[in-house]
């Protein structure tokens, strides 16, 4: 079976000031796939998510979403479709500092889903157990360690249960076994469907990754998974 696009730069450059950032960069993602992104602090990966995200204006070429092209789409669209579609993972994780765990979940739920109230207390109880995070959740996000803030970071993502996810650096603070299980959510979304693309310099994405692509330059370059990473 053809997997089916849903989101797809075509020669996309962008540049800030002087600094050639993206230079007609090509790249479709796929339902089902997992597409990770490396290269050198600066290149332009964060950048490269944000355009994908629709936050990011570019300077030329075209976005397309199942093959319409959107890139004259207007600031309220843009937003509409990222509510409906996208979830992010961010580095610095975006969460509410002085409100506990389970309040998070909360008002992230209610602020980027519709689901209702029920659904909101179901999903959370369960996706707690999952991550095995249920004695934390009454704990306010400004005292938990680093690494199990980035883990409700990935759950939230979880939670919110779009078709893409944006994932930059999303285990940089977390020990190997967290990071197992969590490259198994990522397989099980994958089985579902989603897609996601994972900036990250870590090589342990490797094995799951559809496609690896090297941005150096403002040039965006597909891995030879046969050869030298
Ligand atoms: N709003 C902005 N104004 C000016 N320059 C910017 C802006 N955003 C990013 N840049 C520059 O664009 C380049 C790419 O930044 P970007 O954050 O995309 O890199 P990155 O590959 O994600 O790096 P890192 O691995 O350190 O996160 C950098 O040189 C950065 O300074
Ligand atoms: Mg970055």
Known sequence: MMKETIIRLNKVSKKYHDKVVLSNVDLALKHGELILIKGDSGE???????????????????????????????????????????????????????LTL????????????????????????????????????????KLLSGGERQRIAIMRAFLANKSIIFADEPTANIDEENKKMIVNYFKEWKREGKVILLVS??????????????????NLSKVNRGGVK
């Not at 310099?201 to 403002?218: C, E, S």
């Open 44 to 98: 332009g990966k964060s950048t490269l998510l944000n355009i994908l995200a629709l936050l990011e204006p570019i300077d030329s070429g075209d976005i397309y979403w199942q093959e319409k092209n959107i890139s004259q789409l207007d600031i309220k669209g843009k937003k509409r479709l990222r509510k409906v579609n996208m979830s992010f993972i961010f580095q610095d994780y975006n969460l509410f500092e002085d």
């Open 102 to 141: 389970e309040e998070n979940l909360k008002v992230f739920l209610r602020l980027s889903t519709n689901k209702k109230e029920d659904e909101i207390e179901a999903d959370i109880h369960t996706y707690l157990k999952k991550f095995k995070m249920e004695d934390r959740k009454s704990i306010f996000i």
């Open 201 to 218: 310099h870590d090589d342990f994405y490797d094995d799951i990754a559809d496609d690896i692509y090297r941005l150096h330059k403002g």
